[in-house]
T-cell receptor
């Protein structure tokens, strides 16, 4: 049973560029959440997607956008990169319904470095 | 707003010592509470959870009890091992998102 997968593992970009990160949820999961984890800190919620729509959004600017595909996989796009966007980006998948609906399963993350 | 506060690290213990990592929360209602662990070079793993007051979550020898009166969810283990060295995060579920503490780094010395 494949867990949550993310690509790429590492990414280096320069200020002003755009980046796309990808996530495949755990088999059977229909909901994807994205988090940003700065070094030495806890993750911060960016947004959550369900049924191809953004269901909730955290305190992040419009430069951060996302998409969910019919197969439940998801992309996170960040435009006009800033140095402060350097972080580990985590994808988590979950089920909207069922006894485990509260549990989010995390991928290994994508380490983004902005120079 | 909702928030989670956990004790600052690093916490350094000898093998077989008793572990407590404190976690308190501020929230409206009674959110589900979680402990996640992040081993070096790995992703976040769910360690245990509790969904209502007085629930005790347990896994791999770790335990935490949902205390409504003190708004706490402290993580405990009776005898730690070197392999428990990791960063531990306390989190609460608020609507669709998880709200996290800053993490506590645990170092276990042989």
């Amino acid at each position: 049973d494949a867990g949550v997968t993310q690509s790429p593992t590492h990414l280096i970009k320069t200020r002003g560029q755009q980046v796309t990160l990808r996530c495949s949820p755990k088999s059977g999961h229909d909901t994807v959440s994205w988090y940003q984890q700065a070094l030495g800190q806890g993750p911060q919620f960016i947004f959550q997607y369900y049924e191809e729509e953004e269901r909730q959004r955290g305190n992040f600017p419009d430069r951060f956008s996302g998409h969910q595909f019919p197969n439940y996989s998801s992309e996170l796009n960040v435009n006009a990169l800033l140095l402060g966007d350097s972080a580990l980006y985590l994808c988590a998948s979950s089920l909207r319904l069922g006894p485990s609906y509260n549990e989010q399963f995390f991928g290994p993350g994508t380490r983004l470095t902005v120079l | 707003g909702n928030s989670v506060t956990q004790m600052e690290g690093p916490v350094t213990l000898s093998e077989e010592a008793f572990l407590t990592i404190n976690c308190t929360y501020t929230a409206t209602g009674y959110p589900s509470l979680f402990w996640y662990v992040q081993y070096p070079g790995e992703g976040l793993q769910l360690l245990l959870k509790a969904t209502k007051a007085d629930d005790k979550g347990s896994n791999k020898g770790f335990e935490a009890t949902y205390r409504k009166e003190t708004t706490s969810f402290h993580l405990e283990k009776g005898s730690v091992q070197v392999s428990d060295s990791a960063v531990y995060f306390c989190a609460l579920k608020s609507n669709y998102q998880l709200i996290w503490g800053a993490g506590t780094k645990l170092i276990i010395k042989p």
